[in-house]
């Protein structure tokens, strides 16, 4: 079997005319080559306010994801038009310099309080950031609730608290706390 890490799997896909990695290796395998790669670059992402936490991990079948970075975007002040072409682009250029494969984006839920211009303005921000995920690679959208019913025996916000979870599992550097549950969205896609 022939095996192609993440970095040289990112530079075929630019040689194969921008085919997505399972192209590549639907394409291999025609021409009679076993192809396995290693990791695959999956991102988490939660807005917020004002601003998009993203949590970048390599996920291999059957270990924790390995954080590759955790970062957070924040919307620029002045125009708001302007200041979500900025964050659309610096999405979409994240995801593509990356050779980010899936992206998962936590969904919108109503609250128990009454809607605000923030909620609004937070959903909009959202939208922007949906688009620019999917215009990229393949992206899901998943609701805390649905999480909750379908990851594990407990509440997602119990997960979010556990230390030793996050301990067992999610490798490499350590997780910052606020940035756990874009990582729990990576958990619970790789369990569907």
């Known amino acids: 079997m022939f095996e192609l890490s993440s970095e040289l799997a990112k530079r075929l896909r630019h040689d194969f005319r921008g085919e997505p990695t399972s192209s590549i290796y639907r394409l291999h395998r025609r021409r009679g080559f076993e192809v396995s790669f290693l ?4 991102v988490g992402i939660v807005v917020s306010g004002k601003q998009a936490t993203l ?4 996920v291999v079948d059957g270990q924790p994801p390995r954080l590759q970075n955790d970062l957070h975007m924040k919307l620029q002040s002045g125009d708001r038009a302007e200041a979500l072409a900025v964050m659309s682009q610096q999405i979409t250029n994240y995801l593509r310099e ?16 009454a809607m605000k211009l923030s909620h609004l303005e937070s959903a909009e921000l959202r939208g922007v950031v949906i688009s620019s995920a999917a215009s990229v690679c393949d992206t899901s959208i998943k609701k ?9 025996s407990r509440k997602a916000n119990e997960y979010i608290e556990d230390d030793e979870h996050w301990n067992t599992h999610f490798d490499g550097d ?3 706390k606020g940035s756990r549950e874009a990582a729990l969205l990576l958990l619970a896609e790789r369990e569907d």
């Open 98 to 113: 990356n050779g980010i494969e899936r992206v998962v984006v936590k969904g919108s839920s109503a609250g128990k309080t």
């Open 174 to 176: 350590a997780l910052k």
């Open 144 to 152: 805390t609730g649905v999480i909750s019913r379908t990851y594990g």
């Open 39 to 42: 990791a695959d670059r999956w």
């Open 55 to 58: 949590v970048d991990a390599e």
